[in-house]
């Protein structure tokens, strides 16, 4: 494992070749065979696992989902709403009699549930990203064409490949903290090396098959502001195109941030939108994960200086899917 | 920790008498305080979890979930159909230049990304029934009024009050192996004694906090028979009322099975429908998981004759939510 | 016909008191039969149709209804958001050739459809109405109770009564026109006496069983600011609570207005909100429509001079509905 | 306007060159420009619909929908289900006395609303297919590009086009009453000369601009054996190959059936599914009616022996969509 930041030579101006180029540099197409959804996934196996199992102290638990509920970061972009929770029968209708009338055919046997439904976009709160979810020259993770993501959902590397994965080793960089800063402002690129210094400070080393939170504090600075603003979808503090090949040459398995999408924004390139999307879920097949609350998780390590735990965030094994809302837990 | 099953004296033909004594028997409310919303997830603490991480061996990991998809076993039942899956953008608008229309304000920047959508009854699938699920004589878990439970979602014993629980000791009872069958047949109770006797089988005791996943095979035959059938709603093996005393003083945690609705049906209580429901959520504040599909996993339990294991099954923390989808995730 | 505007005794500071008052002054409760589900339609018969048909000379169609889609007023207010529209198929998938493989079983046999999918609040956009959306002291109109409207929507009153009503007569009381301005500002109260001012102005006589469109203008405000603003649920142009007994003794059949909520908003009532709508809907019985796009209609009117029309706004019979969008279709 | 069912050579076993033939012949692309989107109604125009209303004599008002609910047709083919209609707050609320709280701020203003919501394919039940409803050789109506139809919706030919449109003169052709039966049977055809018969014994005759309603009989069949049974996409009685030209060249602006594909199934063209639907929506850019519920109105004409009418049918103006819900209103 290099401990070194690659030299990737990103010029002053990147775009769209520099994209390419490390798109290549950082492919894994083929390298689990023709047929492989996985991806990165495959740096994880049972030893991996139990490895992180050993990780677990004192039995503390994490949740790293935002709520689930109508109060989330999404305006609208690319269609993205805050989920809608509904009622399909409530206790008002078990105070007053109705339930037993709509739902029990009018027989009272003494019992009334409630129920309720949720129109949830997939990508709206705390997710993961499939390896169906982003497109660059037609082709999806392995060179799959872009139409296996047709209306019926992905039917190749949909996230329902993961239904028992991304359980392992996960590990909290938690950027600003390195830097004694509460937060990361927006725009803010996070590079290889501050990944590296933030390792030092921490005393942590991510490796292969790691499942790696980068927290920048945006989360934070909303609540300290008392709003999401333009969390979702505005500018952030993000990775930058050379943590690409640093995330590849260390074989993580996923890698997840406290922001909307991962990267900084504005993006280095001029004219590539989110380049390390392409880059890493479409070809070095990278599970990402984003909108992750690491407040707590982080409050807890900088206590007890252990970064390192035992990660459980299988999504949703929803067929086709090319997200799922994820409530990961971290056990410590 | 008694292992005698306990003698609740259930007459012949129970009713809702014998459901209100049962309920008396096994009740949590107040225990854990007049705010509490958590019933017994009060049994879990760091400890339990960090002993539970202790059962990890061999690094093998179970998604204990149905897929989310739409051919799921839901046929209008109390609301409930299965999920619907919609793309909100597609492969094919990256194909054939739609997206960078569509969603990107005509500016080509090179990615194009695919979303999706869930329409998702929350108890359609793999689920937790919170404690808000079920009311009876008016009440909720801990005596909360039935409406607590409003047009917005619970505002007592919503699922969000688990969101960093249900992680702990998972045990396997395989009811239908220890009887030497492959599964039960609908309408087959399940009685403390045949609790006791898969234990002794496999040479396994559930306990205080213990996550207990009771498998009666009804997927497995679903699937022998190619069809979900009556699976939602209609008979099925599960519970017998005498094993709520029993969940009870073992002090478990959570239970589930892979039936649609715990208990066996056609339920002992002609009066009452589900009248687990009542005595366990209602008043023990036991969490009941529904659907989960245990068939992998006790394939293994099975080979290497472990049937305890972590398992890692907190909910989505969907504010207000009176059930959650959940991917539970089982650790051998 | 009374032409004079009732002397209702409204006071300076009215309440809870004055609406009650006014309720019973203008109720229809009982009027025609205790099972009564239509209250002012019942007004229109097929005389009234067929004279209204009469009045059609151009054959100039005008559509009322604003734009199904995500750009609508809504804000969140009362759980109403926008439309949210989504392809279940389209025409990308045609033109890759996915549609075949989804949703033809692979089979080609030439043709490819494309299908479509709204997710619509009832009370989003262009909407009736039913006498089951207003509650008051726990009774909907003709005396039912509240709880006839529970989970699975309203077994009394539900707008899919007016399936084949909201025919007739259509009236356009264009109040800003006949005060010589563009709209009123909001907050501005249309009176009993601004109601017969714009009749006299315009030469038309409203009366029994006529669907009366009142024109504020605030959509023509909206327009003009180039965006919705507060219009969903803010301050509002809209009627006064002499209004009722006004409607109620010219026997109209339904009353529709350019705002979201018809009445004048900050209310007259500090201590209730939307008084007309305890009055008009629940005691009156009367259909009330809302944000109807009166503009281009308007238009013609002032050009032509004449104020009447066959209108044809029929709802969608949806079971149990408390609302429908309509699409109303004036016939010149 | 010819009377004499055109000669089209239909052979023995049409395909799809037969197909091809017919939509050459059939074609309306250009007629009315290149960026024409509204096809056939073109053949209605202000005089048209003057007309129309003065065939309304008695008043009597026809509503030609089904119910929307949830015990609709729909069998889940096409990603087509049945209307799903949820409460966002009821009665019950408003009862208990949580409305107040979940929905006011917990301000207490006397009033309590009730608001529902629709989940709903636009093709579930009584609808018309915009002309961006088919594709055929990756073409929609007027020779725009399949790509018009995106993950947005339709920018060509969405169904919005006709939101002042569809109003005119409706006639009804009652097929198997002119053969003197209750129905027609499934995969029974309807050509062009059981068209003009029934023209002949009904003493109308279609032509420009009308919307012409043709009953099957199906519903009432369906009614009969009390289930939709197979009515969604199942063998159905519909016209026949011979109808197109004589479709196009009566220049109607319309037609509608009782069934859910308009067409006879099992096709005639072994190799084509619905081949009208290309031929009719795709070439002669015809508005097309599905799962009309004529049995009222039969039966009215039946007693009458008048088959003509005032129609209102509107859809809602559904920016981007493929199709609409629409309630049809007859006025006789």
Redesign the interface.
């Known amino acids: 494992m290099t401990l070194i930041a690659p030299d990737v030579g990103i010029p002053d101006q990147p775009g ?1 070749e520099t ?1 390419r180029r490390l798109a290549e540099r950082c492919s894994n197409w083929g390298r689990w065979g023709a047929d492989d959804e996985l991806g990165t996934l495959n740096h994880i ?10 990780l ?8 790293l ?7 989330g970061p999404q305006t ?1 972009g ?4 805050n ?17 037993v ?4 055919g009018g027989r009272d ?15 709206s709160g705390t997710q993961w990203d499939s390896l ?5 020259d ?1 082709r ?1 993770y392995n060179g799959y ?10 039917i190749r590397n949909d996230i ?1 490949n993961a ?3 991304l ?1 392992g080793r996960g590990v909290l960089l938690d950027i600003p903290r390195a830097k004694g800063r509460p937060w990361l402002e927006p725009g803010e690129a996070i590079h290889a090396e501050d990944l590296e210094a933030c390792e030092r400070a921490q005393g942590v080393t991510v490796g292969r098959g790691d499942i790696v939170l980068v927290r920048t504090g945006q989360i934070a600075q909303c609540r300290d502001a008392g709003s999401w603003g333009a969390y979702a979808g505005g500018p952030a503090p993000g990775l930058a195109l050379d943590a690409a090949p640093w995330i590849f040459d260390r074989e993580l398995a996923a890698v997840a941030t406290d922001t909307w999408g991962m990267e900084v924004l504005p993006n280095q390139t001029e ?5 390390l ?2 880059i890493l879920i479409v070809h070095a097949g990278l599970l990402v994960g984003e909108i992750f609350d690491l407040e707590a998780l982080a409050e807890d390590c900088a206590v007890d200086g252990r970064y390192e735990f ?1 990660i ?1 965030a ?10 799922s ?3 990961p ?1 971290a ?1 410590k």
């Open positions: 769209v994209v196996g049972p030893d991996e696992v139990a490895a992180a199992a050993g677990v102290r004192t039995g503390r638990v994490f949740s989902s935002i709520p689930v509920d109508e109060n609208g690319f269609g993205r709403f989920p809608i929770h509904l009622m399909i029968r409530d206790g008002n209708g078990a105070a007053t009699g109705t339930t009338r709509d739902f029990y046997r003494w019992i009334r549930g409630t129920d309720d439904l949720l129109i949830l976009p997939l990508q169906a979810h982003i497109v660059f037609n999806i064409d872009a139409t296996s993501v047709g209306s019926k959902g992905a329902a239904r028992d994965r359980v004219d590539v939108f989110q380049p999307h392409i035992l459980s299988a999504p949703l094994p929803i067929t086709g899917g090319v997200g809302p994820v409530n837990i056990i």
